[in-house]
């Protein structure tokens, strides 16, 4: 797939991506199109250069690295979006610009510790996963909502020990819903996380919380709806997986 081909591809998402904010009172510019390029390689994703596309989002260190190796920084931000586990934590401060999957306290004071001991990478901005599915299946901190009892006051809790950590810049919350056929049916996976988000800037305001990074190549008009600002899309703009 060539860039002209690309570029169509990014339009009609975008066009969608304006018309589902203006269903919610938005401006489609507040939503950020992140490009998921895992399994696709460096020589498919360089034709995204000159599109309009500046974020890129990968879910596993190892094939993330041959690729930032190979494209560089520049114009990209990198984003993890895949689980990520405390022994790779330092990887993935050498390597990307934002991580969507902190979803455990341990991982985040791994990741300020490491980024303490490099100061001139500077604060890493994050987003904490949240499993508002509640699926085995799923990492994230196991929540619904702020109604949900001894599980929110534990999270409220956890959430203001990494608010308080030096080097890490929480800035918002990431879900992965679940895999249907109707995206209405993930309308409250959505919702949940924007509501779990407003809370947070009550009783922990010292933090932006801007960030809903939520919504994939089959539902990111629901998500955008209700308040999507990072839209992770993959097959939609790159085809299907190698």
Not at 55 to 81: C, F, M, V, Y
Not at 115 to 128: H, K
Not at 218 to 232: H, K, P, Q, S
Request: net charge negative; aromatic share 4%; glycine share 8%.
């Amino acid at each position: 797939m060539n860039s002209e081909e690309l570029l169509v591809r990014l339009t009609a998402i975008r066009d969608r991506v304006t018309v589902a904010a203006e269903k919610s009172g938005r401006n489609g510019e507040e939503v950020t199109v992140i490009a998921v390029t895992k399994t696709h390689p460096a020589t498919t994703v360089a034709h995204l250069y000159g599109t309009g596309v500046t974020d890129l989002g990968e879910n596993r260190i190892q094939e993330a690295s041959t690729k930032i190796d190979e494209l560089g920084h520049d114009p990209w931000r990198w984003h993890l979006i895949g689980s990520l586990q405390s022994n790779k934590a330092a990887q993935a401060v050498r390597m990307f610009d934002v991580v969507h999957s902190v979803d455990t306290l341990k991982l985040a004071r791994r990741l300020d510790r490491v980024l303490a001991d490099d100061p001139e990478r500077g604060p890493m901005r994050i987003l904490l996963q949240v499993n508002v599915a509640d699926e085995a299946s799923k990492s994230g901190f196991d929540l619904r909502g702020p109604g949900d009892g001894e599980r929110w006051e534990r999270f409220l809790g956890v959430v203001r020990e990494i608010a308080a950590l030096p080097n890490l810049v929480p800035c918002g919350l990431m879900t992965v819903a679940p895999l249907v056929d109707d995206p209405e049916q993930v309308r409250p996976c959505f919702r949940a996380l924007a509501r779990i988000r407003d809370a947070l800037r009550e009783h922990v305001p010292d933090r932006d919380w801007r960030e809903l990074s939520m919504g994939m190549s089959n539902d990111f008009e629901i998500a955008v709806e209700e308040g999507a600002t990072l839209v992770r899309i993959g097959r939609a703009i790159l085809g299907a997986r190698s």
